[in-house]
Nanobody, 126 residues
């Protein structure tokens, strides 16, 4: 069973940067496509970025395009989310999620992702 653990969240000032990591165990991560989602209080969970098994194809939600970058290191069984120019509206719990590579079509639908981490809090505030 694939298990995912997020890390790297915290408090950052507007305009700052953070790097989140999603470490996998239990199965090689290169069999999976991975995505990052976030959920702010009172709002629905939002898909923000995804990456295919090799790291060669990525997709971003409009709200983060140009500010966030997703990457992966399969040798380390880890996926990253580099977040720059953070805004207060980026405040949320951030989750990573995975789906088998054979079913991946590049989308950010919550229902397509079978394995989820526990989340890490990101707070953007002065």
């Amino acid at each position: 069973q694939l298990q995912l653990v997020e890390a790297g969240g915290g408090l950052v000032q507007p305009g700052g940067s953070l790097r989140l990591s999603c470490a996998a165990s239990g199965f090689p991560l290169n069999y999976y496509a991975v995505a990052w989602f976030r959920q702010a209080p009172g709002k629905e969970r939002e898909g923000i970025s995804c990456i295919d098994r090799s790291g060669g194809a990525t997709n971003y939600a409009y709200s983060v395009r140009g500010r966030f970058t997703i990457s992966r290191d399969n040798a380390k069984n880890t996926v990253y989310l580099h977040m720059n120019t953070l805004k207060p509206e980026d405040t949320a719990v951030y989750y990573c999620a995975a789906q088998p590579a054979y079913s991946y079509t590049g989308g950010l639908e919550t229902t397509k992702y079978k394995y989820w981490g526990q989340g890490t809090q990101v707070t953007v505030s002065s």
